[in-house]
């Protein structure tokens, strides 16, 4: 099993920056892909980002791209998810997750464990 816990989500301004990590326990994170997941009230859950496991691969989904960094440290055995540049549409629960096969998918179905979410809330 994998304990992910998800912090660093909050309010924050149009054009500001926010950084939210992804710890894990239980498994060394090293191995596995890692992906960020968001929801919006109303709405299904959307990809954001994503990295294998040794971080050589990252992928990003189109409303993010040039904006968003996923990234990793492997010693902490935590995924960060740098936001700058936020827009009020960023605005949604952020979710991380792991999937066993270490290859980074876009989809939700292809990972394994999920945290319980931490709130983003972008103010125009």
């Known amino acids: 099993q994998v304990q992910l816990v998800e912090s660093g989500g909050g309010l924050v301004q149009a054009g500001g920056s926010l950084r939210l990590s992804c710890a894990a326990s239980g498994r060394t994170l090293s191995s596995y892909a890692v992906g960020w997941f968001r929801q919006a009230p109303g709405k299904g859950r959307e990809f954001v980002a994503a990295t294998s496991g040794s971080g050589g691969r990252t992928i990003y989904g189109d409303s993010v791209k040039g904006r968003f960094t996923i990234s990793r440290d492997n010693a902490k055995n935590t995924v960060y998810l740098q936001m700058n540049g936020l827009k009020p549409e960023d605005t949604a629960v952020y979710f991380c997750?792991?999937?066993?096969?270490?290859?980074?998918?876009?989809?939700?179905?292809?990972?394994?464990?999920w945290g319980q979410g931490t709130q983003v809330t972008v103010s125009s």
């Open positions: 997750a792991v999937r066993e096969l270490n290859i980074a998918s876009t989809r939700e179905r292809s990972y394994d464990y």
